[in-house]
């Protein structure tokens, strides 16, 4: 008696197939995916160990004791060794206060305590990296280039020239005039509050270094055209002329016919 292809396929042959797969896509995904664990320069078990302690003395009551997030902060969950490090170098983290976005201040720990804290939630989840000084060494990108990608990937809120701008229900764009290097490469690759992430599908890491050179020219350049009243645009601009020009002339005829009556 002969026994068909078809009498022969078991029915739990889908699901077995199915669970073979999975476990086939598992394995490619864990030798591409980035690492959490390498994700800060010579962070080390120790590094991590100090850094899970300081997490849970003053982020886990908002963060939650593993870093999944609670009702009044998000999960840290893949958000990588960059938004930590960028969250804390600029002060933003721990907030002061429940405001619309979190305000920059200094910095409430040292550059080793922030690197620890990094180096754990790192291996909370993949996500990105902190830069290396190579990456984000504006003498290696082109300004020229960077003055294109930013105007028209940042200016609509963080103005031509980085110098910041307001967006809706309380928050701003920030100015970048003290950025570093390497904040604006995290902030870039983060996304941290409104703004959008730029990874390297949107923006190259060479395209990302030409913003930085840029950036980092606007900071160094000086305005040939006199007082640049903080480059905040015509609103300013055309306000000082009302103000301080057309108000002056007013002042000046006033003066003039007072001193002929």
Not at 31 to 56: D, K, Y
Not at 119 to 128: D, E, N, Q, R, S
Request: a negative charge; hydrophobic letters at 40%.
């Amino acid at each position: 008696m002969k026994i068909t292809a078809l009498a022969r396929r078991s029915r739990y042959a889908p699901v077995v197939l199915l669970l073979l797969a999975l476990f086939f896509t598992a394995g490619i995904y864990s030798l591409v995916a980035p690492q959490g664990a390498t994700a800060t320069q010579g962070s080390s078990e120790a590094n991590v160990q100090e850094g899970e302690f300081i997490f849970e003395a003053n982020c886990a009551s908002c963060h939650g004791p593993d870093g999944a997030g609670t009702d009044i902060a998000p999960s840290l969950t893949g958000v990588g060794a960059a938004s930590v490090h960028f969250q804390m170098i600029t002060g933003r983290m721990p907030m002061a206060n429940n405001s619309p976005q979190a305000e920059v201040k200094p910095a409430q720990f040292s550059e080793e305590q922030i690197y620890d804290v990094a180096a754990y939630v790192a291996t909370l989840g993949p996500g990105p990296s902190i830069p290396s000084a190579d990456m984000v060494d504006p003498t290696q990108g082109d300004p020229a280039s960077g003055m294109e990608l930013f105007r028209t990937n940042c200016s609509m809120c963080h103005n031509a020239v980085g110098a910041g701008g307001a967006l809706s229900e309380g928050k701003v764009a920030p100015s970048l005039m003290d950025s570093t290097p390497t904040e604006i490469y995290e902030a870039m690759v983060t996304g941290p509050q409104s703004m959008p992430v730029f990874n390297d599908a949107n923006i190259t890491p060479e395209g990302k270094q030409d913003i930085i050179s840029y950036v980092i020219h606007q900071q160094d350049a000086e305005s040939v055209g006199g007082n640049n009243l903080g480059s905040v645009g015509p609103v300013v601009e055309g306000m000082w002329i009302w103000v301080i020009g057309i108000g002056g002339l007013c002042l000046i005829a006033v003066w003039i016919g007072a001193k002929k009556s």
